[in-house]
């Protein structure tokens, strides 16, 4: 009598999808399926749901993430949609990073939380997962360790918070934040307007409602063609986003189903969208860092010089704080990025797969024709002539510089002045307010330390705070230098990312104040006005010693994490091989 085999013995034909994926190590693969499906039934699932492809969906849901506060809704849809393309959802948490909430800062987490990422994706069977990410670091971790992982993956982001109003005045995080403590500061509002004001400016749950970094990485994550179409622009409240969500969800199947996996999905090509998007739209700096770290993934490095290039023939686009004027609300109302990519057509590389299985041109074709509105700016009337962001080089930053030049005050753009320094983030806050301080307007304000190893994580201290004496007598820009980086919510002529930081030995560590230093725009050029000879006997006589720790999370950090020119991500993270430069 031929025996019945049992649904528990290994079967070739299916061992590496569903509830066969990645089986547990007991030496025994019949009893580690055996074990697998007997633990899983206990929660009630059937055969039937169990045979089914399974989507994961990485929960970022946390009480300390009010930028994430719609998850337990999106998850819902996410899992009616995976059901209703016959699919089996299978929730999962992961860290929850938000702006506000992490100390020292976000971006020491970053990292922390793509490894958390990948190695959940690696290790619980799943044949496609979706990522629900917003908040400003999390949707680049989740990006970067799905690009590790391999598999099917498809970005949901969260959505921008809705707007509020102050004593008649539109009023969104964070550039109004920023805008509002700076009068503080200035002594033009009193304490009770700044309660006041405080109570309205995150007016729901949701991420930052102007291109801030959230915003920014939302329309990246569509660029590199990781979302559903529309998927960056509808606001977290809304029944857009939830019906993006469940959208979103029955993609996940049907990636499952055809193995789209993430590879095909992030090419140069997707690359190169990406980066013409980000200066288009005004975007955050730390978009570049990012999309540096997740091209690190796939083999490839950001061509910084062709970027600069890309910068001057792509015009920022995009009429948002704080650039422009509007909000995310504004950018959806107008037709989202449909309405930007349509307008830069003739620019992007329509040929690039997105996760629909079908490409960014064809996408395009089947948005159909825009509408008056008067968000997304046409090429012939931009909102700034050129990108964003412009790449800097000198002998101040060997390795390069940014600054945003769309957000910066055009008659600082060509600059030379004495450097202010402050020696890291403590020196600058005991001294920034001091009456005492021996700073004029046309100064240069410079701070050390507080690049990828010196503060540790890249802290957004690069926005310098204007010195309360100058803030008082009306100065409202100057010229700021860091190693460090700087929200994408703010604004002025700040010069970002110098490489090499000045805690591994960079030319930044030896400026001195009274020294004499140059910014040039026009030129990206930022140089410090002293010989090379000097230079090198200020290093020969105080050299810089690298930061160290004893244990944890902080020793790893400080020993792997890289520069801002390889996205400051892990080296033993990024791909063992770099296999081309995006764009080609």
């Not at 899983?40 to 946390?62: H, M």
């Not at 105080?542 to 991500?569: C, N």
Request: proline share 6%; glycine share 10%.
């Amino acid at each position: 009598m031929k025996q019945e085999k049992s649904p528990f013995e290994p079967d070739e034909t299916a061992s590496s999808t569903g509830m066969r994926k990645g089986l547990t190590s007991y030496g025994d693969q019949g009893f580690s399926l055996f074990l697998r499906k007997a633990f899983i039934k206990g929660a009630g699932f059937t055969d039937s749901a169990l045979d089914r492809p399974v989507v994961g969906i990485a929960n970022t849901g946390s009480a300390y993430n009010p930028c994430h506060g719609n998850a337990p809704q999106l998850i819902e849809a996410v899992k009616r949609g995976v059901m209703l393309a016959g699919g089996l959802p299978m929730d999962f948490p992961t860290i929850s990073v938000h702006e506000s909430f992490a100390a020292p800062t976000s971006m020491y987490l970053r990292n922390l939380m793509a490894m958390d990422t990948e190695e959940m994706v690696r290790a619980q069977p799943m044949d496609a997962v979706v990522l629900i990410g917003g908040c400003d670091k999390t949707v680049p971790a989740q990006l970067m360790g799905a690009a590790s992982a391999g598999i099917p993956a498809i970005q949901l982001i969260t959505g921008s918070m809705l707007t509020g109003s102050h004593r008649g005045e539109r009023v969104g995080a964070c550039t109004d934040c920023r805008r509002y403590w700076g009068k503080y500061r200035a002594g033009e509002i009193d304490v009770q307007e700044s309660v006041d004001v405080n109570n309205q400016l995150v007016a729901s749950v949701g991420t930052c409602s102007v291109m801030g970094t959230a915003s920014t990485m939302a329309c990246i994550a569509e660029a590199l063609g990781m979302t559903v179409p529309g998927g960056a622009s509808p606001p977290a409240v809304t029944a857009d986003r939830i019906r993006i969500a469940e959208q979103t969800g029955a993609q996940a199947v049907h990636m499952a189903r055809a193995g789209l996996s993430i590879d095909r999905i992030l090419t140069p090509e997707a690359f190169e969208n990406a980066m013409r998007v980000l200066l288009a739209i005004g975007g955050s700096t730390n978009g570049i860092v990012h999309l540096t770290a997740i091209a690190g993934r796939m083999g490839l490095e950001i061509d910084m010089a062709a970027l600069d290039r890309m910068g001057r023939e792509t015009p920022v686009l995009l009429d948002l704080k704080p650039s422009g004027q509007h909000y995310m609300e504004d950018f959806h109302a107008a037709g989202g990025m449909a309405t930007l990519l349509r307008e830069l057509k003739p620019l992007l590389r329509l040929d690039a797969l997105t996760v629909t299985g079908r490409t960014l041109g064809e996408e395009l074709e089947r948005a159909g024709p825009g509408f008056p509105q008067d968000v997304v700016r046409p090429m012939g009337n931009p909102i700034y002539p050129q990108g964003g962001i412009a790449v800097l080089k000198g002998n101040l930053a060997p390795g390069g510089a940014i600054i945003k030049q769309s957000a910066a005050d055009p008659r600082l753009m060509e600059h030379e002045g004495r450097a202010v320094v402050f020696e890291g983030i403590e020196d600058l806050v005991n001294r920034i307010d001091s009456d005492d301080l021996d700073v004029a307007a046309e100064d240069i304000l410079v701070l050390k330390n507080i690049g990828p190893k010196g503060a540790p994580g890249m802290p957004e201290a690069g926005y310098i705070p204007i010195p309360r004496k100058l803030a008082r007598a009306g100065v409202k820009d100057m010229v700021r230098i860091s190693d460090g980086r700087m929200s994408g919510t703010a604004f002025g002529t700040i010069v970002l990312h110098v490489t090499p930081e000045s805690a591994v030995g960079g030319p930044l560590a030896y400026v001195r104040t009274g020294d004499r230093v140059r910014l040039s725009v026009k030129n990206r050029d930022i140089s410090l006005l002293i010989s090379d000879e000097e230079l090198a006997s200020r290093a020969r006589q105080a050299p810089v010693q690298e930061p160290t720790a004893e244990r944890g999370y902080r020793k790893l950090f400080l020993q792997s994490v890289t520069q801002a020119d390889q996205g400051v991500d892990f080296d033993f993270l990024r791909a063992p091989r770099m296999v081309g430069k995006t764009p080609r």
